[in-house]
């Protein structure tokens, strides 16, 4: 994993140190006789399936947030210690994120503001220090499929996204591992229910479903053309996924306040169309599987299949992240040999990106028209554990005591229009591929 900026914190632990004592302030036995907390409490429960955290919330979005940071308290408090840790040791001076935050918040809608305090009342922790990490951008990777019509073996809509990055997130002084994550159920007043995952510290919602049948999810994808005055994608795909229940209102959201450089994934299953939208600050390309820039060589269409790994494909916006267009060239490795520039902090995506974008297309056609639930979650898990690819054989091989030089965080394979999902999450240094899949139904849980 790589942090945007690279100078290390000076002052991170003296101010971390402020922070715990005022999250010492709120003892979860403060709140046993209050009515008006026990009855914000009574919307949201924890349980635990298979070994699995599985949390519900649901109301306001200060009690949503107020119900995650109460009900899982010592988990977050112990993530965000290992968190803090490791932005100590490999992160940015703590005025930088800080004056990220600062200028985040005044651009996040209200919902948002009002699901931090929550977060932060419910965890006793200000929220300061809840927050900050949800400004900090970390270059992972991803990648995102999308299969329908004739590429599955009954028509349906499948949906997938695998998380990843270069290692997993530790704290250097302990080594303990950020591995602690939760499959969170949402029902907000008056927005739709959602199931979605994420680690037990961060209000970020990468990818998930809704009960309308959307499906969405981002990959990061680096570029110079960046601003941090709107409110990133992870808010975006949270409001989308409470609010919209078509693609136009999912197009109106996720499309406005841009910040810096992604690939978003969008579906709806109840027409089987998928998009896909590459997105800076100021540009915007939106495309389906048969978009002839889908076929921009050296990439290639699938019919009725649409992914995406860590680059753009549409020309204008690769332009603002690698020299040539060309996104396996070794050429795009040249900024690092040059002085710091617009893409030198950039430099090995596209690279890197494409070897997964070709094992992904690879897989894809061997097994087009056969995709299910069950088929295109092993069609994934191939590819990265190394059965149809060196590259990725290599990686698996060459694996050290941080993680694989590709570590998958968590991945998910679902059907939008069931409500099924299957997810597996990392342990320790062993990546999600490694570890096994659990089955849950967001329709199942809403009732459970």
Same mark, same amino acid.
């Given at each position: 994993?790589?942090?945007?900026? %690279? ?148 028509? %349906? ?70 601003? =941090? ?81 860590? =680059?753009?494909?549409? %020309? ?11 996104? %396996? ?54 590819? =990265? ?64």
């Amino acid at each position: 994993m790589r942090i945007k900026t %690279k100078v290390i914190l000076s002052t991170l632990l003296f101010i971390c140190s402020s922070f715990f004592v005022s999250a010492s302030v709120i003892e979860n036995d403060e709140y046993d006789g209050n009515l008006i907390v026990q009855e914000i409490l009574e919307g949201g429960y924890v349980e635990e399936i298979d070994g699995v955290t599985v949390l519900h919330v649901s109301g306001s979005y200060y009690e949503m947030g107020f119900q995650y940071g109460y009900l899982l308290r010592n988990k977050i408090c112990r993530n965000l210690r290992i968190y803090y840790n490791f932005l100590y040791e490999y992160g940015s001076p703590f005025d930088v994120y800080l004056g990220l935050w600062e200028k985040a918040k005044h651009n996040l809608p209200h919902q948002i503001i009002d699901e931090f305090q929550g977060f932060a009342d419910g965890s006793g922790l200000t929220l300061e220090y809840v927050a900050i990490p949800h400004v900090v951008i970390l270059d992972g990777a991803c990648s995102l499929i999308s299969v329908t019509g004739s590429a599955t073996s009954d028509g %349906k809509l499948y949906f997938a996204r695998s998380w990843e990055s270069d290692c997993p997130i530790f704290d250097p002084n302990t080594g303990e591992f950020l591995d602690e994550q939760v499959l969170i159920v949402r029902e907000p007043d008056d927005g739709y229910a959602s199931m979605y995952a994420t680690y037990i510290c961060w209000l970020f919602n990468h990818g998930g479903i809704n009960e309308k049948g959307m499906s969405v999810a981002h990959a990061w994808s680096g570029s110079y053309d960046e601003n =941090f005055e709107g409110f990133g994608p992870e808010f975006r795909i949270k409001l989308l996924l409470d609010k919209a229940s078509n693609i136009t209102q999912a197009l109106d959201i996720i499309n406005s306040n841009r910040t810096i450089g992604y690939n978003i994934l969008l579906s709806d299953s109840k027409t089987n169309e998928s998009l896909v939208i590459e997105q800076t600050s100021n540009l915007s390309y939106i495309g389906t599987w048969d978009d002839p820039v889908e076929s921009t060589k050296p990439c290639y269409k699938i019919d009725n299949v649409l992914r995406r790994t860590n =680059f753009f494909i549409n %020309k204008t916006l690769a332009s603002t992240q690698r020299y040539f267009y060309n996104p %396996k060239s070794i050429c795009n490795l040249v900024p690092l040999l040059l002085p710091k520039n617009r893409y030198h902090d950039i430099y090995p995506l596209p690279t890197l990106s494409w070897m997964s974008y070709i094992a992904q297309s690879r897989s894809l056609q061997k097994k087009w028209g056969s995709f299910n639930l069950y088929n295109l979650m092993n069609t994934m898990r191939d590819v =990265f554990n190394g059965k149809n690819s060196l590259f990725f054989k290599i990686n698996k091989l060459t694996k050290n005591s941080y993680g694989n030089h590709i570590y998958g965080y968590h991945q998910w394979v679902a059907c939008p229009e069931t409500g099924d999902m299957l997810i597996c999450f990392h342990k320790g240094k062993s990546s999600s591929y490694e570890q096994p899949v659990y089955f849950f139904n967001l329709f199942n849980l809403l009732q459970s």
